[in-house]
């Protein structure tokens, strides 16, 4: 037979495993979720009621979700007495509660926060990969994703890849068309302006030396 502590340990080892935690929060037909308690052993009974009433009295306590209980028979006792048999949550936020963990509370509404300001095809590899978003913080996240989104605007199974792979990384990926006009001309490749080469053949055809400069091939002009 199970605690309710133990099955809250279990619940969250379920929410540290990415697969299960994607499932979980972006299907609806995981829910409900049955988690079974088990009962207690004849010999338990018999040698121990006290454990067995105490156990009894923790299921009772529980009030998230639904403890549902069942007639059990023992030899050793007179009359069939109510055991809970498994504990049922309804959905999400009562699996969030069920685990009574404040840092899971807390990624919780990080996630739902990102997901509803982001396109949802990146859902799942936002709920998954969360350690990336606890690292790089929602606004972050978010910027990444619209970023993402206008670099790859087509849907195709090339362009989610490059997706993921942008979303992976710790910074978002530079806009190409930003600061296109303020991006300086490289001397000497302007359409208007002349060789080094061709510079000394015009000095040429006027008549200068080659390497004299402006005050020499003036000079040969009117000689």
């Known amino acids: 037979m199970r605690t309710p502590d133990a099955l809250r340990d279990k619940l969250r080892g379920q929410w540290r495993n990415g697969g299960t935690r994607r499932r979980r929060l972006l299907r609806k037909d995981q829910w409900p979720l049955t988690l079974p308690i088990g009962k207690p052993a004849p010999a338990l009974v018999a040698g121990d009621i006290a454990a067995v009433r105490a156990h009894i009295e923790r299921w009772r306590g529980v009030k998230i979700g639904e403890v549902r209980w069942e007639a059990v028979s023992y030899q050793s006792l007179a009359a069939a007495v109510e055991l809970p048999v498994s504990w049922v949550l309804h959905s999400l936020e009562q699996w969030v509660e069920a685990m009574a963990d404040a840092d899971i509370r807390r990624e919780y509404r990080l996630l ?97 030396a080659p390497g004299a400069g402006p005050v020499a091939v003036r000079a040969a002009a009117t000689a």
Request: aromatic letters at 2%; one cysteine or more; a positive charge.
């Open 112 to 208: 739902f926060s990102v997901i509803a300001a982001v396109d949802p095809q990146f859902h799942p590899l936002i709920v998954q990969q969360r350690q990336q978003l606890l690292a790089r913080g929602a606004e972050e996240t978010i910027r990444v994703c619209v970023v993402a989104d206008r670099l790859t605007p087509a849907a195709g199974p090339i362009d989610r890849r490059l997706r993921q792979q942008i979303l992976r990384t710790q910074s978002p990926p530079p806009d190409p068309t930003a600061g296109a006009a303020l991006r300086p001309r490289r001397r000497g490749t302007g359409a208007g302006r002349l060789s080094r080469g061709a510079r000394r053949g015009r000095a040429l055809a006027a008549g200068g």
